[in-house]
């Protein structure tokens, strides 16, 4: 059947496995190959005329939703307002009808995130709803569905569904900035032509580090708490690298911006809680180095997870590290997010937990 596990041991690492093709979905649908231009259909959304985004969601959909904020933001020079939805509906956020709304729901069903998008309709905004289950309630109040096309999601702790609505995120960002001048066509067969690579970069990375993260993943085992930081998309990145590991294995883990360090985490650190930096050669590198420098100072065990580049740059050699090919930045995300989900993963099975069903949580919670 479509729902069976084939030969893998759990449907999250079947799911794991499964990104490359479902990416592939994605950009058969979004992209224009013969034209290198994005194409979002027939949207109800004009981003040309919209003033700014409002954006919510719940749990890892709400995460990919604070990447794509940077996007709309770097890209479409969108302003973006972003909350989890269980606050976004009660915040009274000042709103105009020039604002559109997106929501992000692999289920389509939670309850706060439906609440969050009638409040906006009530309001008068534009609703988009970037769903996985097309036929789901917030799929049908919306006024456009953007299908994020991930295939049977079965495991709690959303991974294919994570980098889906990743890359449907940076393909309306890149519509949207075409929509508004911000980029050009030579920057959008650019920004096309990065994404185009991410199932082949996917597979090798699915490859070339399973051993790795296994191996990395006994050192989680036995520790208490585990603190991920990251700059810019590596930040939300850091916190759902934080919840992944939580969901399943029940170690405390914090996501943290890698400046707010200073500020209150770095109290905790000792030579028993290891750091998992979220690094990519990006323009916040050397920064982001430099607090990996302060936690290590502080007998931190330093887990880096970087790319080639950075790992050349790095003034220091972590206690580990793990090492990816160079990718552009707006592809970045969706490939980190490869080793932060098998190392919550790997870390999870050592320890005998039950990851597809972890005690708890809901695949989707229709309850406020
Ligand atoms: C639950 C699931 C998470 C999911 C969240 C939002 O907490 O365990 O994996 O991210 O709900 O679900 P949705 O279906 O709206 O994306």
Known sequence: SLIDKGNHRHFMEKEISEQPEAISHVLDRYIDFASGTVRTGNSAIDFGDVAGLAISACGTAFLAGSIG??????????PVEIDVASEFRYRQIPMSRKQAAFFISQSGETADTLASLN???????????IVNVT????????DTVFPILAGPEIGVASTKAFTCQLTVLACLAIAAGKARGTIDAFQERALVGHLAEIPRIMSAVLNDIQAQTFALARQLTGCKSVLYIGRGTSYP???????????????????????ELKHGPIALIDEHMPVIVIAPHDQFFDKTVSNMQEAAARG????????????????????????????DEIIAPMIFALPVQMLAYHTA??????????????KSVTVE
Not at 69 to 78: N, S
Not at 119 to 129: D, F, T, V
Not at 243 to 251: A, M, P, T, V
Not at 349 to 362: E, S, Y
């Open 349 to 362: 099975v050592i320890m005998g937990m039950d990851v597809d069903q972890p005690r708890n949580l809901a």
């Open 135 to 142: 036929d789901s309630t917030i799929a049908r109040a919306a």
């Open 237 to 259: 990145l850091a916190m759902e690298g934080a919840l992944k590991l939580k969901e399943i294995s029940y170690i405390h883990a914090e996501g943290y911006a890698a400046g």
């Open 300 to 327: 931190g065990r330093i887990i880096l997870i970087t790319d080639e580049a950075g790992a050349k740059a790095s003034p220091i050699i972590p206690a580990a590290q793990i090492v990816l090919p160079n990718v």
């Open 69 to 78: 904020r940077y996007w709309f933001e770097q890209y479409a020079g969108l």
């Open 119 to 129: 409040y906006c309709r009530q309001r008068g905004l534009k609703i988009g709803a």
